[in-house]
Each structure stands twice: as structure tokens, then as C-alpha cells.
């Protein structure tokens, strides 16, 4: 069953205005693209996604487990897509740090899977019921070893939707592990969406030249799969060459298709003399802060990227063109580290449990225009 008939099997107006909350739009974009297994345990402030699943999929002749933990859960959902089926999982900071041992296997396999994580506070159980933006690190390093992921972050109900149906044509394309990251905020958000008629591609098919089509457990084939260091014929080696050949794979099938991965969107950059780069729900303050600064005449430009990792660093050098950047996050300072690797930027970290204040972030830019402007 293909996108468009299963949100309209779910009786979803398309293409009209609906009123949605954003951890619902999650799951109506995983249906969308063919998500037909799911398997997690109930977290905050993720939960309603497993909830609306645990009802829709079985109606829709998919697979719906509820696991003992999210070490299973995860493990199910590579097992699963060894077979064929479109699988997904939705967690927050502490399931998902238990999930990063599998995330690895998941990788040497190069099973395609989307992992939900909507992020609230830590370390620890830190507070269940606010937001953070303090997984990014870990969404792209969590597990051990070299290895890419591709991290995809929403920042509204409506890119929720779009993004999650993405990570699915992106998890079959490149047969690897796609987290989305939204957090409380994009979560329990509600707003309005038009959620438009989406076909799902036959990706898996069609996989990129560094990987190759998968060979499914069940066809009838003799099948080896392994974490271990593996041959292109998937036999454990410890020769040096191959596994150079390996790694260069796993990493490459990512970094070689960064162009086409990387996506962004930007205000103001023409005349701008400071930029404001940010992602989620921080930018939703940072975007407004910027058009207030505009009327008051500051020329200040704004990038919004929904690709975390991997990053085109090509193109993030051309928009940014040597003007001063500041990454505004909710966290003390993630994804600016990563950020410095292609560019010159600063931080505009705010630690703490809620959106960042756009009054802060004028504050902020103001004393930094005054002393250089």
C-alpha cells in the first residue's frame, strides 16, 4: 500500500488544513513512506508516538511490539528490515543512549532504520517533560568505531511530517540508520499542516554505488550478516586492505552524497553582515529575532538547516562567505563544534529547559553589532 492510500485509509484530509500535533505528525510521515514495523517502549516525550502506532499499524496489516526495553526494541527493528519491512522506533535521551551499541550493528549491517528521537533534558533522567537539544553529539557519534548517520532535525509540525516520510527514502537509499531529532517542543507542539500526497520511492532498490541491493533473510539465499570487520561478500576479515575497504564504505556512502543529503533554508543572507545558523525549535527564536532585527535596520541573515549530518561543507562556506556566525542552541554548545569544522562560528548556547527567549538573542546581537558595527 503506498503513501497516499494509507493516510487515506486513515481518513487524513491531503492537501487541506488540519490542525496536528507534531509527535502525530511524526507518525503520519513514517505511514506515509511505509513504515509496516514498529517497535519501542513508552518514553516522555515520545510516547504518543508509540500510542498512535500501537492502534494504526495492525489496522494497516503491519507489525506493531511493544518491548521489554529499548535495547530490544532496537534490535527488533534491524531484524525486521533484514526481511523487508520499513521499520521505526521513537525514544528520547535515555532510551536512545541505550540504543547506540545496536545503532553500531545496525551500520555493519547497513540495515536501513529510522530512529525518533524526540530529546528532552539530561544527562540522566534530567527533566522527562522539557525540552533540550542535547543529543546531537551522540546522533552522529553515540556508538563506537568509524561510521556516519544521517540526522535530520524538524523544526515545525509541518517539516515533522515532511521529514520523518525523508528519513525513510533516505534509511533504504543509503542502507543505513536515520535519526530524526525533534524535541519536547516540536513534540507536543500543535499547528497547522497541509500534509500532501507523498509516494514513497522504491529506494532500497536502487541503493547508491558505495552500497549494494540487499539480500533479504527468507528469499531463499544463503544470507551472512555480522558485526564484525567484513569482506564485500560479508565474511569476517582482519586483513588490513579490506577492512581500509570497509570503513571507507560506511563512511563514504555518507560523505560522498553530503550535496545531495545536506538541506537548509535561509533569510536575509544578501546584505548580511551577521548570521544567525540554528536548527529545531531553537530557530524558531532565532528566525524571529532575526526579522525583528530587520525592522529595526540591523542587517543580520539567518540559515536554518534541516540536515544535522552530514553537512556539505562546500556550501555551508559559500552562504556563510566569511560573515560572523552564531550557532543558537539549546544546549551548552553541540553542534557548533561540529559546525567549526567548515566554518568560523560562535556559540549562542542557552542551557536551559525552554526555548530560548528571542529578547536574549537580540540582547545578544546588539552588544556584538555595537562593539564591530
Known sequence: MNGVNVLEKLNVPLGKPLYLQGNLAIAYGALAAGCNFYAG?????????????????????????????????????????????KPMTATSGPGFSLMQEAIGLAVAYEAPIVIVNVMRTGPSTGIPTRLYQGDIIQAMRGSHGDYETIVLAPHSVQTAFEITFKAFEYAEKFRNPVIVLADETIGHLSERVELEPLEPKESRKNPVPETSPMILLGEGKNVFYTGLAHREDGLPTISIDAFE?????????????????????????????????????????????????????????????????????????????????????????????IINYYIDADPMSFPIPELPKPKEIIKRLKDYIRRFF
Do not use: C, W
Not at 529499548?70 to 527493528?77: D, G, R, V
Open 41 to 85: 517502549y513508552p518514553i516522555t516525550p515520545s510516547s504518543e508516538i508509540m500510542h498512535f502506532m500501537a492502534e494504526r499499524i495492525p489496522k494497516l496489516g503491519g507489525v506493531f511490539i511493544q518491548a521489554e526495553d529499548e535495547l530490544a526494541a532496537i534490535n527488533m527493528l534491524i531484524g525486521a528490515s533484514l526481511t523487508g519491512a
Open 245 to 337: 575497504r570497509y570503513i571507507n564504505r560506511l563512511v563514504n556512502k555518507i560523505r560522498n552524497h553530503a550535496s545531495e543529503i545536506f538541506e537548509y533554508e535561509t533569510l536575509y543572507l544578501e546584505d548580511a553582515d551577521v548570521i544567525l545558523l540554528s536548527y529545531g525549535s531553537a530557530s524558531r527564536s532565532a528566525e524571529y529575532a532575526v526579522k525583528k532585527l530587520r525592522k529595526e535596520g540591523k542587517r543580520v541573515g539567518f540559515i536554518r538547516l534541516f540536515t544535522l549530518n552530514p553537512i556539505d561543507g562546500d556550501k555551508l562556506e559559500k552562504l556563510v562567505d566569511g560573515r560572523k556566525t552564531f550557532v543558537v542552541e539549546s544546549n551548552a554548545g553541540q553542534l557548533v563544534r
